[in-house]
């Protein structure tokens, strides 16, 4: 099944991505050409020369544009071939070369490193829609609600104008902050302190189709920035049916946007001008929902960025990618990420699909009756064999017209593609059944013809009524928004899932937030052709890791705005160690197919806002302590030098080297010949100066787990005691990943890791 029905967001992603590298190689053969080879955008990172000192930013780009003059041959002319002249965040450049050219830096004094640009996706799932129901409650944010928190947004920008981004009641910007408004002054209020645009690099890959200088053309970056933090905004409606407050998650916190996306994609060339921009600027936290599939830290420029942003205390959040739910699918799997999935909220928007013998399926779906009445319409499952996507071509065999359509989910055509086929077709509705892979995962999306979501086994029953009737017949029936449903929190199908394919030795994602029909601000009416609508302001709702990913960043300027000196491995260590492993009920997070969801699919579990400002302990990490993992990764000297931005050599690092990453969860491997493995974290005591905490661990199947010591004791704040774990294969060890948690327990915290073994 899997080779017929791709992911369909894997695929389009990839696809697109694939698209886009080819328009992007022809742009740049047609546009240079340097004795016949072509020119391609290269980030090439650079070292000063101790005895070189900068006394203005002009000198150091004079210095960075001396590397295209020396190399190219047209000398000084060759400045045109800049793209950035990065400064000390990022120490390098961005530049069009020929590949001889790049050989020709690559040999020069001060070269570093050097790796081509990239198109990156965004990370939703696009669903133009109008949901109003409140984001987030008041259990969410306590006292400080995020002051003094700025949150930089690397996105698809914002727009000033809207209510979420009102200054109202807002205090100004934090002292420190250095950012602005530089396309227009009046974007800028106590609430949004900054807009700045970089789209050179989008140009050059041919990622951006609109040259129009308007603001979020897209929506993408609105919805995410009210999300992290957007001011409240009452009266928000789902097309007159619902009503209530939308606020984003840290309403006092700060944002900084930063406009590195278009509606096609985003380059490292952009994403990295622009986190360099807010680190200058003074952000605290990064919100970064894009990403592609994993390569190489040292030629990932999101992950050389994002550690240069952390190295400068900033805490950064990533979306973990929709190409779930196949393993080892994860986008951003840097350590000093805090990688971020998506599960559902307790929210449903139902439609019964009652079938003509009497069968009711319980669908989901925002579908507005315009008029239509959807009752005993003629049920069709169009296809030969195999499956039913819906492409435009398999539909014109089909007499469709007047009809309800059942289209499957996937193949290589979207939910919106699907519906506009069969809508363009003539037919009266569709019912999206889901397949195998998606199980019970359902999403909302405002669609041109009524729609109603199906799970794998509700859809199997349509399908086989279909199949048993001579005259299949359905009517559709709208049931409204339904609060308070359970099983909450589902991780949903696209979230991606690890292992982690780079870094093996950290579990990954790291946590899991809402991300599925989140509903937020939006640039504009999206849905008039659909519902003749008009209402200002305009709310959207959309599903993707996208989505959770500004929740993480909202909480994070949370417990930031609550412990200004904590470092950001701190605050990710606060936001995993309390997360919920079990959802509203008390029973286990499940997965798409209602089955307990693994650490590879919830990470430490699911966000706990209020836990994460009061841990109790922080398992803390300081930047340097990420070279010696860098190391044990067998990258090269340049390799590590590339990331960190400091020269590094792995053999100074010896004894570092043999200090284990103290992160908050811990992945272990017992394999060929390793019966037994130790590994030693240290807590730090951010609660009551005087405390204790015993250990408790849920046994990994197979795995004999011993912590020394038991106990830990504390008499101040700040302190620091280590532990030893060990794991031991127990006989009954079986192949494969056992999980387990350990818990160190007082009398007012529970402070939990997760515990993954690879067994082989
Ligand atoms: C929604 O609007 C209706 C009618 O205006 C009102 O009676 C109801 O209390 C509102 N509900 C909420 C949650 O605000
Ligand atoms: C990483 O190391 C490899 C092997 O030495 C080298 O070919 C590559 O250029 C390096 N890349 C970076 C960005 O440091």
């Known amino acids: ?85 990065y400064g000390d965040v990022i120490s390098g450049f961005a530049a069009r070369l020929a590949s001889a050219e790049l050989e020709a830096i690559q040999a020069m004094d001060g070269f570093v490193a050097a790796f081509p640009d990239r198109v990156l996706p965004l990370l939703t799932t696009h669903s133009p829609g109008f949901l109003g129901l409140s984001l987030s409650n008041g259990q969410w944010s306590n006292s400080r609600s995020g002051e003094g928190v700025v949150i930089g947004m690397l996105d698809t920008g914002a727009t000033p104008n809207h209510p979420s981004f009102s200054g109202t009641g807002m205090p100004p910007p934090p002292a420190k902050w250095k950012g602005s408004c530089e396309m227009n002054k009046a974007y800028c209020n106590n609430k949004l302190i900054g807009y700045k645009v970089f789209n050179l690099g989008a140009e050059l890959a041919g990622a951006r189709t609109s040259r129009r200088r308007v603001v979020d053309t897209d929506g993408h970056g609105t919805h995410t920035a009210s999300t992290a933090a957007g001011a409240p905004v009452d009266g928000v409606s789902v097309l007159g049916y619902a009503n209530g407050t939308a606020v984003g998650v840290a309403p006092r916190a700060h944002l900084a946007i930063y406009e590195v996306c278009s509606d096609e994609g985003c380059t490292y060339t952009d994403i990295m001008a622009g986190i360099s921009a807010a680190v200058e600027d003074g952000a605290d936290v990064l919100s970064i929902s894009l990403g592609g599939s994993s390569i190489p830290f040292y030629e990932d420029g999101l992950a050389v960025a994002t550690f240069r942003a952390m190295d400068k205390g900033l805490v950064v959040s990533c979306a973990a990618g929709n190409s779930g739910p196949f393993p080892r699918s994860l986008s951003n799997e840097a350590p000093w990420m805090l990688t971020v999935a998506a599960s559902t909220i307790d929210r ?4 019964a699909v009652r079938l003509g013998d009497g069968q009711e399926l319980e669908g989901e779906s925002i579908f507005q009756p315009t008029g239509a009445t ?22 014109s065999h089909f007499d469709v017209k007047g009809k309800v359509v059942i289209c499957d989910r996937g193949g290589y055509s979207g939910r919106r593609t699907k519906a506009k086929n069969v809508h363009e077709a003539g037919g009266a509705g569709m019912i999206l059944a889901n397949l195998g892979l998606d199980g019970y995962s359902t999403v909302v999306d ?42 909450a929190p589902v991780i949903t199908s696209f979230s991606s899932r690890g292992p982690s394919l780079l870094s093996p030795g950290i579990l990954k994602p790291d946590v899991t937030g809402p991300g599925v029909d989140i509903v937020a601000a939006w640039p504009f009416d999206v849905d008039s052709d659909a519902v003749g609508g008009g209402a200002s302001p305009h709310f959207n709702v959309l599903s993707g890791t996208s989505m959770s990913t500004p929740h993480l960043s909202g909480v994070a300027a949370l417990v930031r705005s609550a412990h200004p000196d904590w470092s950001p491995a701190a605050v990710k260590s606060a936001i995993i160690t309390t997360a919920e492993v079990l959802d509203r009920e008390g029973k286990p997070i499940m997965n798409e197919k209602l089955q307990p969801a693994s650490l590879f699919a919830m990470g430490a579990g699911h966000v706990n806002p209020a ?52 992160y908050p969860s811990i992945s272990v491997s017992l394999h060929r010949g390793i019966n037994s493995i130790a590994v030693r974290r240290t807590v730090t005591n951010v609660g009551e100066a005087s405390s204790g905490y015993t250990v408790k661990v849920e046994q990994p199947a197979g795995v004999g787990v011993t912590v020394s010591p038991e106990t830990l004791q504390f008499s101040q704040v700040g302190e620091k005691v280590s532990f030893t774990v060990r794991f031991s294969k127990d006989g009954a060890s079986a192949r494969g990943f056992a999980e387990g948690h350990l818990v160190w327990v007082s009398e007012k915290h529970m402070v939990r890791s997760p515990i993954s073994v690879s067994i082989a």
Not at 45 to 51: A, G, I, N, R
Not at 348 to 351: D, Y
Not at 476 to 484: A, E, N, P, R
Request: proline content about 5%; hydrophobic content about 40%.
């Open 1 to 85: 099944m899997r080779a017929f029905a791709p992911r369909n967001a894997l695929f389009s992603i990839l696809f697109f991505l694939l698209l886009l590298l080819i328009s992007g190689a022809v742009l740049a053969a047609s546009d240079g050409l340097e004795g016949g080879n072509p020119l391609q955008t290269y980030v090439v990172l650079v070292e000063k020369p101790e005895d070189l000192v900068f006394t203005t930013e002009e000198e150091r780009k004079n210095w960075h544009e001396s590397f295209l003059s020396r190399a190219t041959a047209e000398g000084v002319a060759a400045k045109s071939r800049m793209v950035y002249s």
């Open 348 to 351: 449903s928007l139902r439609t």
């Open 374 to 395: 959807m009752t005993d319409l003629p049920l069709v499952y169009p296809r030969k064999s195999g499956f039913s996507f819906c492409e435009e071509k398999a539909l």
């Open 446 to 487: 405002v669609y041109p013809i009524p729609t109603a979501n199906l799970g794998f086994s509700d859809g199997s029953k349509a399908k086989a009524y279909v199949k048993s009737s001579t005259n299949p017949t359905v009517s559709l029936v709208v049931k409204g928004t339904v609060i308070g449903t359970s099983p």
């Open 611 to 662: 836990g994460a400002e009061d841990p109790g302990l922080v398992y803390d990490i300081q930047p340097d302590d990420y070279i010696a993992y860098l190391c044990r990764l067998r990258y090269t000297d340049a390799n590590v030098t590339a990331i960190v931005g400091r020269r590094i050599r792995c053999s100074d690092r010896k004894e570092a080297m043999k200090a284990d990453l103290n």
